[in-house]
């Protein structure tokens, strides 16, 4: 039983590995069946990858980027009675207007999943005149109506957190430029309904460490649990070969999510095997969504690896957090609320 406490469902059901026996470096650990999704797993499409998955039923599903062979990439619908062998649609989700007609975006890519209250939400980046945040729900995975898009270009990496704070949405976002941003901080925003949304907050900026140095921004949805909002996010780096995509840790402050309480300084996972280091965009590591148990504190990271995967990685409550806790790094600007 977990000495820190995932707030949320019994979920026994996720995909789940012991860890390797011998000494690991960081509390997450690959998946022995990755990647679990390869390439050309659909006709037209060249690679689906950066997945978000949920539990619905007795079943799962799961929003995925799909690059498709022309290049423009779109969102596409897989589901799944283990979280781990998908069957995916064999064209884009239809995305509609709330009078039902035909909304779609020119592309979509990066799509998040998270469930709030009795809905799924889907956010992912999209062109408003500018790379920027399209926002859809579904209630049922049949039937999916466009929101009004939540900000103004640039932005990109939104994820909405599980449930309300303060009686308010509220959603991570990275603002941007128009071009491959060299730059990026986490910001948060709330909102009283999905539309219109306000009272922004920094959350925290690129580290200094080697791994998270050019940009950082949101990945999975945050996990409640005792100790706070448990944010897997991303971290960027740049070399003379190019960017380098890892996986990072914090713990937000469960009432005013601003407030970073504890910021690991080391990398959770960083490229280090075939499929991360080779693939369309080579060293990318960039998660995208998460399952829990709340009962055993195990959690399921889904990952992109290389632009080209789909991968799984393994931790519980206790060590990620107790690890994020014992290596924490955090500066004044992490711990002040965010605004100015």
Request: charged fraction near 20%.
């Amino acid at each position: 039983m977990s000495h820190i406490k995932i707030i949320g469902s019994a979920l026994p059901n996720i995909p789940w590995q012991e860890p390797p026996t011998g000494a690991r470096n960081t509390p997450l650990w690959r998946c022995s069946q990755n990647p679990v999704i390869g390439r050309n797993p659909l006709k037209g499409i060249a690679r689906i990858f950066n997945s978000a998955v949920v539990p619905y039923e007795d079943a799962f599903f799961g929003v995925f980027r799909g690059e498709q062979t022309n290049g423009v990439p779109g969102i596409y619908l897989g589901k799944s009675r283990d979280a781990l062998h998908w069957e995916f649609e064999s064209n884009q989700i239809q995305f509609v207007d709330e009078t039902g007609r035909l909304f779609m975006p020119k592309y979509a890519y990066d799509p998040r999943l998270v469930q709030v209250e009795d809905t799924y939400y889907i956010m992912w980046c999209q062109d408003f005149y500018g790379a920027a945040i399209g926002l859809a729900k579904t209630v049922d995975f049949k039937t999916f109506v466009r929101i009004e898009n939540p900000y103004l270009p640039f932005n990109r990496n939104a994820v909405l957190f599980p449930r309300k704070i303060g009686g308010s949405y509220v959603m991570l976002s990275r603002p941007s430029d128009s071009g491959h941003t060299p730059f990026g901080d986490i910001f948060l925003s709330e909102s009283p309904d999905l539309e219109f949304w306000g009272r922004h907050r920094h959350v925290m900026g690129r580290g200094s460490e080697w791994w998270e140095s050019l940009k950082i921004g949101g990945g999975a949805a945050p996990i409640e649990t005792s100790e706070g909002w448990l944010l897997l996010y991303h971290g960027v780096a740049g070399t003379c070969n190019g960017y380098v995509y890892s996986i990072g840790g914090a713990i937000l402050d469960i009432d005013h999510p601003s407030v970073v309480k504890y910021r690991c300084q080391t990398y959770l996972l960083t490229p280090e095997e075939w499929y991360e280091e080779r693939g369309f965009v080579p060293n990318v590591t960039f998660p995208c969504a998460v399952l829990c148990d709340a009962d055993t504190g195990r959690i399921a990271v889904y990952y992109g690896a290389a632009d080209s995967y789909v991968c799984l990685a393994f931790t519980t409550v206790d060590e990620v957090v107790g690890y994020i806790k014992e290596n924490s790094v955090v500066t004044p600007e992490d711990t002040e609320i965010g605004r100015r």
